[in-house]
C-alpha cells in the first residue's frame, strides 16, 4: 500500500487539521474533531448539517460554507459519524430555525443521523437522497444508495437556505431536487481502504465495474472495458429510463471523478454524454464537472442526471462559497 500517510490510525486527524488551516478563512474545526462548521453563521438561518464516512473528499466537508452547507460530521473512512458528532454539529450552527439533515442513504448513516435527531432537542428534520440507479430498489436492503446527487440536493437546498426559507420548505425542496436526480458510475480499478492495507475488490486490466458504489460495492455487473461512448450510453439509459424525463427538459449533467481520473478523460465523458442527453431530446443547461464525490483513489467517474426548472435553475446559479465550489 503506497499512500502519503504517516500512520493509518491518524490518517483522518491529520487531514481534518490541515483542511482545517488550508481553509481558515471558510471553516472552523469543532472541538474533538467532531464536526466541520462555518466560520461566520447567518442568525435566523436554518442550518444544514450533512456528514458521512471520509475517503469522499470534497464531499462532505469541503461543501461547507456560503450557499452550501453549515456543519458537516465526518466518520472515519467509510464509516458513518457518530450521533453524537452530529448533536454537536447540530448544537455549533443552529441560530434558533432549527437543522435539516441531509443524509445519503446508507444504513449506518441512516441510523445515527435519525438517533441524533431524537437526540438534539430542537427541531430537526431530513432529507434523504437516493439517486443510485445502479442496483433496484427491491435488491437493496435499505433502498438505493446515495451517491453524487447529494452534492446536487445540498448545493440548491444550500441557496435556498440562504434566502431564509423556513425548515419545512427546505425539506420539500430537498426531497423533489432527489426525486429528480439520478445518478450511475463505472469503476476501472479499486481503492484500499488505509486501515484494509489492500484493495477493496480486483479488476483485470480489461475489466471494468459497472454500477459499481462509492465505498466499493458491487453494481450491475462486473464487464469488458468498452469505449467512453459505450459507457456512457450504459450508463445514460439507466438514469433515463429510471428518471423518465419529458422530451425538451432541461438539466444538469454532473460528470464525477472517483479519486483516480484524470480531468482530460472526465471532459470526454462530457462530451460523450453530452451528445447522448442530446439524441434523447434533453439540453444541457447546468454543467458541473470535477472529482466531487470521490472513493479514494479508484478511477472511474459517476454520471448524474437532475431535470431543472427555473426555480432550481435559478438556485444552482446562486453563490456558493466553499473550499470545493466557488461561484
Known amino acids: 500500500m503506497k499512500k502519503l500517510i504517516n500512520s493509518v490510525e491518524n490518517v483522518l486527524s491529520e487531514s481534518l487539521d490541515g483542511f482545517a488551516a488550508a481553509h481558515a478563512d471558510i471553516v472552523v474545526l469543532g472541538d474533538e474533531r467532531k464536526f466541520v462548521r462555518r466560520r461566520t453563521l447567518k442568525p435566523g438561518k436554518v ?26 460530521c465526518p466518520g472515519q473512512v467509510f464509516t458513518s459519524p457518530t450521533p453524537d458528532q452530529m448533536v454537536a454539529a447540530v448544537e455549533a ?18 441510523m445515527n ?4 435527531a431524537e437526540m438534539a432537542g430542537r ?11 445502479a442496483v433496484e430498489k427491491s435488491t437493496w436492503s435499505t433502498g438505493r444508495r446515495g451517491v453524487a446527487g447529494t452534492l446536487v440536493v445540498e448545493k440548491v437546498v444550500g441557496a435556498a437556505a440562504e434566502q431564509d426559507r423556513p425548515l419545512a420548505d427546505l425539506q420539500a425542496l430537498g426531497r423533489d ?11 476501472l480499478t479499486s481503492c484500499t481502504v488505509p486501515a484494509a492495507g489492500n484493495p477493496t475488490f480486483t479488476l483485470a486490466e480489461d475489466e471494468m465495474e459497472m454500477g459499481v458504489g462509492i465505498h466499493g460495492e458491487p453494481g450491475r455487473r462486473r464487464v469488458r472495458l468498452a469505449t467512453a461512448d459505450a459507457i456512457a450510453e450504459e450508463m445514460l439509459g439507466a438514469i433515463l429510463g429510471d428518471l423518465s424525463p419529458p422530451a425538451g427538459s432541461q438539466c444538469l449533467l454532473l460528470v464525477n471523478g472517483f479519486g483516480g481520473t ?7 465523458m462530457v462530451n460523450a454524454a453530452r451528445k447522448i442527453l442530446a439524441g434523447r431530446g434533453l439540453t444541457v443547461s447546468r454543467h458541473l464537472t470535477g472529482s466531487l464525490v ?6 472511474g467517474c459517476s454520471i448524474t442526471v437532475t431535470i431543472l426548472d427555473d426555480a432550481t435553475r435559478t438556485l444552482w446559479d446562486a453563490p456558493v462559497h466553499t473550499a470545493a465550489l466557488r461561484w
Open 113 to 116: 443521523f435519525e438517533m441524533a
Open 123 to 133: 427541531e430537526v428534520l431530513t432529507v434523504v437522497t437516493d439517486d443510485d440507479v
Open 47 to 72: 442550518a444544514l448539517v450533512s456528514g458521512g464516512g471520509s475517503g469522499h473528499e470534497p464531499l462532505h466537508a469541503g461543501f461547507v460554507g456560503t450557499g452550501m452547507l453549515d456543519a458537516a
Open 294 to 299: 470521490t472513493s479514494l483513489e479508484m478511477a
Open 262 to 268: 484524470p480531468s482530460m478523460e472526465l471532459y470526454l
Open 177 to 187: 431536487v432527489n426525486a429528480r436526480t439520478r445518478s450511475m458510475g463505472v469503476a
Open 93 to 110: 450552527v443552529d441560530t434558533g430555525a432549527g437543522a435539516l439533515f441531509i443524509v445519503k442513504n446508507y444504513e449506518g448513516d441512516v
